[in-house]
């Protein structure tokens, strides 16, 4: 069973869901965790939860990851806090849906924002640490929709799509200096994110998934954990989906 005894791990959106999900996984493992989410109160829940269960095991640290000079100023403060990183994960998300003939203007900038410049903020704030690290990883949580495309989720679908054009590249800009990069693609996972569905959505959806359920948080936190363990030290530039079978 892997270990990550002495490893860091900078976790952002690990307040809720599959990051909470992914935050416990690895503290079990023995990881110290940095928990970044956009409020205070909730990377904050999120560590002292852990830490009542793995003492002093995580750090939490609130801030917006579309903001690339709060995410500089965080970086500084978790390395220091830390001394290094070993694995980087971009998992905070936002959806904003609807159909493309009445999506806002701002609900397309807020969801590329997040999703995808902020993997590219945390990315550049944290990949010359990582060169140095051992068996550095970056993790990032995409979806089956950037995959697949979605009716009136053309921003999400828009920013999953480039966060995968995203990692294949940095996967081969950072080869060289031993990191990987990944993608986890999520299918429909019972989180807050999903919740929001009606009834006869998710029932719709749940007829097309071939193993016809709704995954759990538990199951995208034991594809990071490892994608993250150096049995995976081979695997680099992939989107791996974790989907009941959606997207075979
Ligand atoms: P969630 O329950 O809604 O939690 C999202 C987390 O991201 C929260 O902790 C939130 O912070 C944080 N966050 C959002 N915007 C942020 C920002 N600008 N800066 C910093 N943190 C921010 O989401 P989830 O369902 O666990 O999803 C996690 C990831 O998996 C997302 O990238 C999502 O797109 C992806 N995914 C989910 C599913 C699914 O079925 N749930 C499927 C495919 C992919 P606060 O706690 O402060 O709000």
Same mark, same amino acid.
């Given at each position: 069973?892997?270990?990550?005894?002495?490893? @860091?791990?900078?976790?952002?959106? $690990?307040?809720?869901?599959? !990051? /909470?999900? %992914?935050?416990?996984?690895? &503290?079990?493992?023995? #990881?110290?965790?940095?928990?970044?989410?956009?409020?205070?109160?909730?990377?904050?829940?999120?560590?002292?939860?852990?830490?009542?269960?793995?003492?002093?095991?995580?750090?939490?640290?609130?801030?917006?990851?579309?903001?690339?000079a709060?995410?500089?100023?965080?970086?500084?403060?978790?390395?220091?806090?830390?001394?290094?990183?070993? @694995?980087?994960?971009?998992?905070a $998300?936002?959806?904003?849906? !609807? /159909?493309? %003939?009445?999506?806002?203007? &701002?609900?397309?900038? #807020?969801?590329?924002?997040t999703?995808?410049?902020?993997?590219?903020?945390?990315?550049?704030?944290?990949?010359?640490?990582?060169?140095?690290?051992?068996?550095?990883?970056?993790?990032?949580?995409?979806?089956?929709?950037?995959?697949?495309?979605?009716?009136?989720?053309?921003?999400?679908?828009?920013?999953?799509?480039?966060?995968?054009?995203?990692?294949?590249?940095?996967?081969?800009?950072?080869?060289?200096?031993?990191?990987?990069?990944?993608?986890? &693609?999520?299918?429909?996972?019972?989180?807050?994110?999903?919740?929001?569905?009606?009834?006869?959505v998710?029932?719709?959806?749940?007829?097309?998934?071939?193993?016809?359920?709704?995954?759990?948080?538990e199951?995208?936190?034991?594809?990071?954990?490892?994608?993250?363990?150096?049995?995976?030290?081979?695997?680099?530039?992939?989107?791996?989906?974790?989907?009941?079978?959606?997207?075979?």
């Amino acid at each position: 069973m892997a270990t990550f005894d002495g490893k @860091v791990v900078v976790l952002s959106g $690990g307040g809720r869901g599959i !990051g /909470l999900a %992914m935050a416990k996984s690895f &503290a079990a493992k023995g #990881a110290k965790l940095a928990i970044l989410t956009r409020t205070e109160s909730s990377c904050q829940a999120a560590a002292d939860a852990i830490n009542a269960e793995y003492a002093e095991a995580a750090k939490p640290y609130a801030v917006d990851v579309s903001d690339s000079a709060a995410v500089d100023a965080v970086a500084k403060e978790i390395l220091s806090d830390f001394g290094g990183i070993n @694995v980087l994960i971009n998992n905070a $998300g936002i959806t904003r849906d !609807g /159909l493309l %003939m009445r999506m806002k203007e &701002a609900d397309w900038d #807020a969801v590329l924002d997040t999703n995808l410049k902020g993997a590219f903020n945390m990315t550049k704030a944290f990949q010359r640490p990582l060169m140095k690290s051992a068996d550095p990883r970056i993790i990032n949580v995409a979806s089956v929709i950037g995959l697949m495309g979605n009716a009136g989720q053309a921003n999400y679908a828009a920013s999953k799509a480039g966060l995968i054009g995203f990692t294949k590249s940095v996967a081969r800009e950072l080869a060289g200096k031993g990191v990987t990069c990944n993608a986890i &693609a999520p299918g429909f996972i019972q989180t807050d994110m999903t919740d929001v569905l009606d009834d006869k959505v998710k029932e719709g959806i749940q007829e097309r998934i071939p193993l016809k359920s709704f995954g759990q948080v538990e199951d995208v936190a034991a594809l990071a954990t490892f994608l993250a363990s150096e049995e995976a030290r081979y695997i680099t530039g992939q989107v791996i989906a974790t989907d009941g079978g959606m997207t075979m």
